[in-house]
T-cell receptor, first 108, second 116 residues
Framework: GQNIDQPTEMTATEGAIVQINCTYQ??????LFWYQQHAGEAPTFLSY????GLEEKGRFSSFLSRSKGYSYLLLKELQMKDSASYLC?????????FGKGTMLLVSP | EAGVVQSPRYKIIEKKQPVAFWCNPI?????LYWYRQNLGQGPELLIR????????DSQLPKDRFSAERLKGVDSTLKIQPAELGDSAVYLC??????????????FGPGTRLTVT
């Protein structure tokens, strides 16, 4: 089975940097995903890591350590529109298992 | 390119009534997923289709839930009869999986079901 753990809520200030952590225990690992979900909307893909290291994509970066079962999503230059839930998801042999999501609130 | 389409967007029914949700995946995507998302939780997989075949339905409550994907394109998820605990958002997603690989899933806007 899969067990994915991430903080329930985080708050940050506009323009700041925030790091959202995700730890996982899985039987089978074929990649880790981060999705963004605004309230009442569908999850949208942010990043995918299958090898150890940092993947950078604009203001967002994602890091993976397979040996530690650990990932983080780094958001730079925070904007108000970044207020959303951030979902960590692990791909096992064939399906995605999602964490409960981290609700990020960006304040002025 | 059109995204994943779902209908209806909202549905309110009384318990014990039937309800059906429809999903049209992105054109060319061979894999289709139905998820259920409760408030404050991540999506939970109900069933996964590869073309017309349901390859993972281990989390589908088969006593009341059923799904079909005729011709390997559109899919319908049905609940009969609905219970209060079925209130949730039902998300459909699709992806293109080739030779066992493939990763990004594209989600539809979901159907928010309220059972009263």
């Amino acid at each position: 089975g899969q067990n994915i753990d991430q903080p329930t809520e985080m708050t940050a200030t506009e323009g700041a940097i925030v790091q959202i952590n995700c730890t996982y225990q899985t039987s089978g690992f074929n990649g880790l995903f981060w999705y963004q979900q605004h309230a009442g909307e569908a999850p949208t893909f942010l990043s995918y890591n299958v090898l150890d290291g940092l993947e950078e994509k604009g203001r967002f970066s994602s890091f993976l350590s397979r040996s530690k079962g650990y990932s983080y999503l780094l958001l730079k230059e925070l904007q108000m529109k970044d207020s959303a839930s951030y979902l960590c998801a692990v791909k096992g042999y064939s399906t995605l298992t999602f964490g409960k999501g981290t609700m990020l609130l960006v304040s002025p | 390119e059109a995204g994943v389409v779902q209908s209806p967007r909202y549905k309110i029914i009384e318990k014990k009534q039937p309800v059906a949700f429809w999903c049209n995946p992105i054109s060319g995507h061979n894999t289709l997923y139905w998820y259920r998302q409760n408030l404050g939780q991540g999506p939970e997989l109900l069933i996964r289709y590869e073309n017309e075949e349901a390859v993972d339905d281990s989390q589908l409550p088969k006593d009341r839930f059923s799904a079909e994907r005729l011709k390997g394109v559109d899919s319908t998820l049905k609940i009969q009869p609905a219970e209060l605990g079925d209130s949730a958002v039902y998300l459909c997603a699709s992806s293109l999986v080739t030779a066992g690989e493939g990763y990004e899933q594209y989600f539809g806007p979901g159907t928010r079901l309220t059972v009263t």
